[in-house]
């Protein structure tokens, strides 16, 4: 690593990021570290989030992230109406970024999380971003959503709307109380990527 001392990342600080680290096509480059306990499963770290940044030369930075609340990250007022079967293609990346996190999170899990987990996570945190949830896929998912936040100038409308086309995908792919169909088709993909 090129850099180990850590640099916090917040909407104050987000204005000296270089540019190229802010770009969306770099976007992602960026990946909230997944910390894991003794058994290696996921878990929620005890003294915050930890992002890494992975430029194209190899070099990586890592970055505290802070724990801003979720709404007062929001910037901009664009309104986004509730996507129809397909979201538009300039959310693509959004939803990669979301998702890629999520499918890291989902393999390390034993057993794997089921879409009945995902679907209430993505209702939870549209409803209440800022949740004092302990669970650690729900806190993950906080971390996720803040870098997004961060990077991207996101409107609580746009996050409202991602979240909630998220929460239906995982309903749609739900086939019973244990099914996995929404990791196992549409997550699991990702990690290939």
């Known amino acids: 690593m090129s850099d180990t001392s850590l640099q916090p990342v917040d909407p104050t600080s987000l204005a000296a990021l270089p540019a190229s680290e802010t770009d969306p096509v770099q976007m992602l480059r960026w990946e909230v570290m ?34 801003a609340p979720l709404r007062s990250l929001f910037r901009g007022g664009r309104v986004v109406p509730e996507f129809g079967d397909r979201p538009p293609p300039a959310y693509d990346l ?3 970024f979301i ?19 995902f679907e209430k996570l993505f209702t939870e945190l549209r409803r209440r971003p800022d949740g004092r949830y302990q669970s650690p896929l729900y806190r993950y998912t906080q971390a996720v959503l803040r870098s997004l936040l961060l990077l991207r100038p996101t409107s609580e409308s746009e996050l409202d709307a991602v979240l909630r086309r998220l929460a239906r995908s995982a309903r749609s792919f739900g086939a019973g109380a244990t099914s996995t169909h929404y990791f196992d088709n549409a997550l699991q993909p990702l990690l290939r990527a």
């Open 94 to 96: 959004v939803f990669a």
């Open 34 to 67: 997944l910390p894991t306990d003794g058994d290696g499963r996921p878990a929620a770290p005890d003294l915050g989030w930890i992002v890494r940044y992975g430029a194209a030369s190899g070099e990586m930075t890592l970055h505290a992230l802070g724990d």
């Open 99 to 117: 998702e890629r996190p999520l499918a890291l999170f989902a393999a390390a899990s034993v057993p794997t999380v089921r879409d009945a987990e």
